[in-house]
């Protein structure tokens, strides 16, 4: 069993920064698929960025060049680093992992993803 704790969501205006923590207990996170999605009120949840165990990486087009995922090994977590943030960007930010060995540089659907954080809320104004 794995659990994830998100945290680093907050208030910010269009053009700052927020980076997002996720951390894992319960087992070594390197092994794992870890993602980051998030849903904004009456829309689906979107997938927006993912790392493999091998450290391949994928980017969904709306925040390529801006979000940056990453992790360390040694402190069990994940991090997305969001620039150049605009309103479109606000929504309840969701880490998931996956023991599956998935596939990498594709979106991929929230079902492949077996543990899920609760969320962080990120607000960005105008």
């Known amino acids: 069993q794995v659990q994830l704790v998100e945290s680093g969501g907050g208030l910010v205006q269009a053009g700052g920064s927020l980076r997002l923590s996720c951390a894992a207990s319960?087992?070594?996170?390197?092994?794992?698929?870890t993602g980051w999605f998030r849903q904004a009120p009456g829309k689906e949840r979107e997938f927006v960025a993912g790392?493999?165990?091998?450290?391949?990486?994928y980017n969904a087009d709306s925040v390529k060049g801006r979000f940056i995922i990453s992790r360390d090994n040694a402190k069990n977590t994940v991090y997305l680093q969001m620039n150049r943030l605009k309103p479109e960007d606000t929504a309840v930010y969701y880490c998931?992992?996956?023991?599956?060995?998935?596939?990498?540089?594709?979106?991929?659907?929230?079902?492949?993803?077996?543990?899920w954080g609760q969320g962080t809320q990120v607000t960005v104004s105008p």
């Open positions: 998931a992992a996956s023991w599956a060995r998935l596939r990498v540089g594709v979106p991929l659907p929230s079902s492949d993803f077996h543990y």
């Open positions: 319960g087992r070594t996170f390197s092994n794992y698929y």
């Open positions: 790392i493999s165990w091998s450290d391949s990486i």
